[in-house]
């Protein structure tokens, strides 16, 4: 009887174990709405502005920019750019219209360019927070 008892916890212990790996994998994948994020070369450092002398990047504005979407509503997003200005990631952290910071932050990973941050006077890649709208 003990024998098949711990053979039963065995076999139900797996099942268990292949969940919990799905789950892990869910949260160990990229950004789902990252739209470019292999734009940072393998070996470039991510900073962060305003740490180890790094000055933040600056938008760089755009004639051609008419339709951009509504950006009153407030949110927060969480920006990747490149040590070329590019923007190469973005993510909603917080929003109050979580539908209309989602096509804010796909409008401005495709549309929107920096003058690239700089650490001693050189391009670096940086990842930051931009709040919109009123707080």
């Excluded at 740490?51 to 760089?60: H, K």
């Excluded at 990747?80 to 952290?93: A, F, K, P, Q």
């Excluded at 539908?99 to 650490?119: G, M, N």
Aim: proline share 10%; charged share 20%; net charge positive.
């Amino acid at each position: 009887m003990r024998i098949a008892g711990i053979k039963a916890r065995k076999i139900a212990v797996i099942p268990l174990l292949v969940a919990l790996a799905c789950v892990c994998h869910l949260y160990a994948q990229e950004n789902p709405t990252a739209t470019n994020t292999s734009c940072i070369a393998p070996d470039e450092y991510i900073y962060r502005p305003g740490t180890d002398g790094v000055t933040p990047p600056q938008p760089q504005p755009s004639k051609k920019d008419k339709g951009g979407p509504d950006l009153r509503s407030p949110f927060s997003l969480e920006v990747l750019i490149n040590s070329e200005g590019h923007v190469c990631d973005t993510r909603v952290l917080s929003a109050k219209d979580s539908l209309s910071a989602e096509k804010a932050a796909k409008y401005i990973s495709e549309h929107w360019t920096f003058k690239p941050a700089t650490k001693q006077g050189k391009p670096v890649a940086v990842r930051f927070i931009i709040n919109f709208g009123p707080r």
